[in-house]
């Protein structure tokens, strides 16, 4: 079993920025593929970010791309993701997921749907005032 817990999340001026953070527990955090998802009142939630186990490989959605960044600390078990010059379109909560490869992950195929992972934790509100 796997527990992700996010912190980081808040209250921030549009142009602003914000750091996520998201500790995972278990022993084999450098075999789980990472990503950020957001769902925003009255909308499905969507993909953000997804970084590979090494952390070389890293995609975005187009709408962030530029301003958002994944990174991760396998020796923290921890995987983050920066936020800058964030936008009202932007509030939401923000979900950090983890899917367990049993196969080298390359990084070549891009994980992107929400049924492609494995665990999730509870959320962080962030919230981006105009």
């Known amino acids: 079993q796997v527990q992700l817990v996010e912190s980081g999340g808040g209250l921030v001026q549009a142009g602003g920025s914000l750091r996520l953070s998201c500790a995972a527990s278990?022993?084999?955090?450098?075999?789980?593929?990472m990503g950020w998802f957001r769902q925003a009142p009255g909308k499905e939630r969507e993909f953000v970010a997804t970084i590979s186990w090494s952390g070389i490989t890293t995609n975005y959605a187009d709408s962030v791309k530029g301003r958002f960044t994944i990174s991760r600390d396998n020796a923290k078990n921890t995987v983050y993701l920066q936020m800058n010059s964030l936008k009202p379109e932007d509030t939401a909560v923000y979900y950090c997921a983890a899917k367990v490869l049993y196969t080298y992950d390359s990084g070549s195929y891009i994980y992107t749907q929400t049924i492609e992972y494995d665990y999730w934790g509870q959320g962080t509100q962030v919230t981006v005032s105009s």
């Open positions: 278990g022993r084999t955090f450098s075999r789980y593929r």
